[in-house]
């Protein structure tokens, strides 16, 4: 799981004894050079504090974000929170969550080839610019949300056009991790989508509109 990321700033402390000065001339030239070297040396320790690592090799945009409308109501969900999908290797999937402490309101997308299929990083990068319907048979895109965790879930409806579809912009590699005792990796997915929505408990149907998002899905190795 994701853990916080911990800026260290490091201090330099000085100390010196006691300085008994002395009729030396060259004693005082040594007294001089150290205390110059003290002044040099307090500001490299002054420099190094204030500097920011250019090391960082988190490539992960922020912030996450999935943001809609469903049924005519705005969401704008982008916290940090990561949530994982279940899914089987011929899918690639994850949540995008609205709340801090809790699992829900969440939104996600799911990418299904032929069962039976194994799912490679270069197929999944290879659908960067690429539009997936929500009906398609060879990749099909589903959308699903969930108000609450007492609130029923809907899904894309899997019809044709611009009814249902996901678009791709960008995919990063975010990292490797382990799902389920199984080795994933994890992406972070840019692009819109939109579709219509059902529910299993009626035959009501909303729409998911407008959709823009940047959040992690996986992939099982």
């Given at each position: 799981?994701?853990?916080?990321?911990?800026?260290?700033?490091?201090?330099?402390?000085?100390?010196?004894?006691?300085?008994?000065?002395?009729?030396?001339?060259?004693?005082?030239?040594?007294?001089?050079?150290?205390?110059?070297?003290?002044?040099?040396?307090?500001?490299?320790?002054?420099?190094?504090?204030?500097?920011?690592?250019?090391?960082?090799?988190?490539?992960?945009?922020?912030?996450?974000?999935?943001?809609?409308?469903?049924?005519?109501?705005?969401?704008?969900?982008?916290?940090?929170?990561?949530?994982?999908?279940?899914?089987?290797e011929n899918q690639v999937g994850?949540?995008?969550?609205?709340?801090?402490?809790?699992?829900?309101?969440?939104?996600?997308?799911?990418?299904?080839?032929?069962?039976?299929?194994?799912?490679?990083?270069?197929?999944?990068?290879?659908?960067?610019?690429?539009?997936?319907?929500?009906?398609?048979?060879?990749?099909?895109?589903?959308?699903?949300?969930?108000?609450?965790?007492?609130?029923?879930?809907?899904?894309?409806?899997?019809?044709?056009?611009?009814?249902?579809?996901?678009?791709?912009?960008?995919?990063?590699?975010?990292?490797?991790?382990?799902?389920?005792?199984?080795?994933?990796?994890?992406?972070?997915?840019?692009g819109t989508c939109t579709s219509?929505?059902?529910?299993?408990?009626?035959?009501?149907?909303?729409?998911?509109?407008?959709?823009?998002?940047?959040?992690?899905?996986?992939?099982?190795?």
């Amino acid at each position: 799981m994701l853990g916080a990321r911990i800026s260290e700033h490091h201090v330099f402390a000085f100390s010196y004894p006691g300085l008994y000065i002395v009729n030396s001339i060259h004693f005082m030239k040594k007294l001089t050079n150290l205390l110059l070297l003290t002044i040099l040396l307090g500001a490299c320790s002054k420099d190094k504090t204030t500097t920011t690592p250019t090391n960082n090799t988190n490539t992960t945009p922020f912030p996450y974000y999935f943001n809609f409308s469903f049924g005519g109501e705005k969401y704008n969900l982008n916290t940090d929170n990561e949530q994982y999908m279940y899914f089987n290797e011929n899918q690639v999937g994850g949540y995008q969550v609205g709340n801090t402490s809790f699992a829900y309101p969440a939104a996600g997308i799911r990418l299904s080839w032929p069962n039976g299929h194994k799912v490679t990083e270069a197929e999944l990068m290879a659908l960067v610019g690429k539009t997936i319907s929500c009906a398609d048979t060879n990749i099909n895109a589903e959308i699903s949300f969930t108000k609450s965790e007492t609130d029923i879930s809907w899904y894309s409806v899997r019809t044709f056009g611009t009814k249902g579809y996901v678009k791709i912009d960008k995919i990063t590699t975010v990292r490797k991790d382990t799902l389920l005792g199984a080795p994933v990796t994890i992406y972070a997915i840019n692009g819109t989508c939109t579709s219509i929505m059902y529910n299993y408990n009626s035959s009501d149907t909303k729409e998911f509109t407008g959709g823009e998002f940047n959040f992690r899905v996986t992939r099982r190795d």
